[in-house]
């Protein structure tokens, strides 16, 4: 097969890492391939970035500024804005920490699209992933926007470093989910190349059959392992966030017994976004399938009593104990089958707070004379 030509370069967007303050990855055109290049410059970035989750830290703690009508959601409310900065400063520490392992990712990635003839340059699915990314953004920016003067905000100095650091929090947390959803695209991109050659190649030699194979190992291996050693432990953190700006949109919705065209406009605008990061990187690993498919192609080769029989039924062996491949640190499966578990835990957490709700109504009640 003849390889296309095709730049090192896997996706544009993925310098931004550097623009963001999470890592000191860059491309670099004389070596073709990607370096740890850290520089002044982003080290800079890096300490502004820290510095604004810091103020926003500080602020969320020396204040409270939205006044719900329950004690329990002004609680909940408050615990949701100290989580911002905190799941962020976790999150930039540690991918700083596995800097050298996302390195280790892309190059990979890279050369095994070489080897198999993939254009990475002409995928289009990166493509609409970035679109979604820049959408998101100006959705929570107009979100922000509109809560501003909609709600009895207590507009303090405190509010508006709080607020600093969320804008930055909202970028960067879909830019990651971003950055790991266009890699477990790419791999999905390679293991179809490779099943289509298998396909092509399955009457001829061993050593090519064994060739294939180990790459279809390696993929599974990065996925097993460094990818979920990259982006598994931060998105523990991110889906954290994630849920929790879920479930108290959800529950200031509730507090409301009657909604305006423009109230329920603005609860939609700012329920999508959330729920679109939460299904995105789930609904895009078909790993499993993935493997599937390899494995009918390997179970239709005519069995010859040769060395091939052996490698060909060890491998679907091993497809039939399969794992979860994608995890979050081993916490939940980033697969379709958590997407259940998820909508179940925002809608038990927001039952259980207007429970709490209710139970202070009730309080209150008995309390008057």
């Known amino acids: 097969m003849s390889k296309s030509k095709q730049s090192g370069r896997l996706f544009p967007f993925l310098h931004y890492q550097r623009f963001m303050g999470l890592t ?3 491309y670099s ?33 020396s204040g409270r500024y939205v006044n719900l009508s329950s004690e329990s ?3 909940f409310h408050h ?16 991918l700083r920490v596995k800097q050298e392992s996302q390195l280790i990712i892309i190059n990979r990635l890279t050369d095994w699209s070489r080897d198999l003839g993939v254009n990475t340059l002409e995928l289009n699915r990166p493509k609409w992933l970035y679109r979604i990314w820049v959408t998101i953004s ?3 920016a107009c979100d922000i926007v509109f809560a501003r003067f909609y709600f009895n905000v207590n507009q303090s100095f405190g509010y508006y470093l709080a607020m600093s650091g969320y804008i930055v929090l909202l970028v960067r947390t879909n830019y990651i989910i971003l950055c790991y959803t266009a890699m477990v695209n790419l791999v999905m991109v390679l293991l179809e190349e490779q099943a289509n050659q298998l396909q092509s190649e399955s009457t001829n030699t061993v050593d090519r059959l064994a060739q294939n194979l180990r790459l279809h190992d390696k993929l599974f291996l990065l996925c097993h392992e460094q990818i979920v ?13 994630t849920v929790l700006d879920a479930i108290c949109t959800c529950y200031l919705a509730s507090l409301e017994e009657r909604f305006s065209f423009v109230e329920v406009l603005f609860v939609l605008c700012w329920i999508v976004p959330i729920f679109m990061s939460l299904i995105i990187p789930l609904t ?4 499993t399938k993935q493997a599937n498919k390899t494995a009918k192609i390997l179970a239709k080769i005519p069995r010859t009593g040769s060395g091939l029989d052996k ?7 091993k497809n039939l104990r399969q794992q979860p491949i994608l995890t979050a640190y081993g916490f939940f499966a980033l697969d379709k089958s958590t997407l259940f578990k998820l909508f179940t835990a925002i809608f038990t957490y927001m039952v259980i707070l207007v429970q709490f709700k209710e139970m202070e109504n009730s309080t209150k009640s008995l309390q008057k004379p």
């Open 311 to 317: 490698m060909v039924e060890k491998f679907l062996l």
């Open 284 to 287: 895009a690993n078909n790993l």
């Open 29 to 61: 055109s004389s070596l073709e391939s990607y370096v740890i290049n850290g520089n002044w410059f982003s080290h800079s970035i890096q300490l502004g970035i820290q510095i604004v989750f810091i103020a926003c830290f500080y602020g969320a703690v």
């Open 73 to 75: 959601g002004n609680d």
């Open 229 to 241: 050693e990259v982006f598994g432990g931060s998105l523990v953190f991110l889906f954290l966030y």
């Open 79 to 94: 615990i949701y804005i100290l989580t911002a900065p905190i799941t962020q400063i976790l999150v930039n520490i540690w």
């Open 24 to 26: 000191d990855i860059d």
């Open 138 to 140: 100006i959705l929570y």
